[in-house]
């Protein structure tokens, strides 16, 4: 597995297609994240940022193969569920690293202290909060992207209209892992008390696992 990972990685980063989501997210946080801004309100939309940036580099890694070279990694790694799986993390910890850096550039960013600039925010807690934010919501969206793209959807255009109306969806929906962890933060802002998203980390998990488990499972019969 370490192996594929490697060989993933190294094709995203020498195709440069990760420059794309890289710089919408840099983008949404120029337009969205201004220094001296409430931390916890700014945390939320960077969190709320990387829903669709996760789910567009998932999208690029399950794509970014032509179809024989897919079946010739399928084989060597031992079955296209474990190739398959290999692309799926291999975008996670993508959107994750700029998920980080993105929270942490937040976090010296903002002014810590409540809406009201009435009770200080501890900077650890924010940031741990920050971090559970971004996670929730790079596991969303990754879940998001593979359920957009191939194998469960194999459609160009469809798998791009799928994928933009649910990450709008996801972010503005009650019951929603990530609109949850967003409020959340937003709540916090106003009450100067970092949350730790700790339920809404767990729905994004078996969320994400459900989908990897259903990409995985499809990839070994389209392949």
Do not use: F, K
Not at 53 to 81: D, F, N, Y
Not at 156 to 162: I, N
Not at 167 to 188: C, E, K, W, Y
Request: net charge positive; aromatic share 2%.
């Amino acid at each position: 597995m370490t192996a594929l990972l490697g060989y993933h990685a190294a094709l995203l980063l020498r195709s440069q297609r990760w420059l794309p989501p890289a710089v919408l997210y840099g983008a949404l946080l120029a337009v969205g994240v201004s220094m001296g801004d409430p931390l916890l309100d700014s945390l939320g939309y960077a969190a709320a940022a990387l829903l669709p940036v996760a789910a567009w580099l998932v999208r690029i890694c399950a794509t970014q193969e032509p179809p024989a070279a897919r079946h010739v990694t399928a084989t060597a790694a031992g079955g296209p569920s474990r190739a398959q799986l290999a692309v799926l993390l291999t975008a996670l910890a993508a959107a994750g690293l700029l998920g980080a850096i993105g929270t942490v550039l937040t976090v010296a960013l903002g002014d810590a202290h409540s809406t009201d600039h009435t009770v200080e925010i501890p900077l650890p807690g924010a940031l741990v909060s920050g971090l559970l934010a971004a996670a929730v919501c790079t596991l969303t969206g990754a879940a998001l992207g593979a359920l957009c793209t191939w194998p469960v959807l194999r459609g160009r255009a469809l798998s791009l209209a799928a994928l933009c109306l649910g990450a709008l969806l996801l972010l503005v929906t009650a019951g929603s892992p990530a609109r949850t962890a967003v409020s959340a933060l937003i709540n916090g802002s106003h009450t100067g008390e970092p949350p730790l998203s700790v339920l809404p980390l767990t729905g994004a998990v078996v969320a994400a696992a459900g989908a990897a488990a259903l990409s995985c499972r499809l990839s070994g019969r389209r392949t």
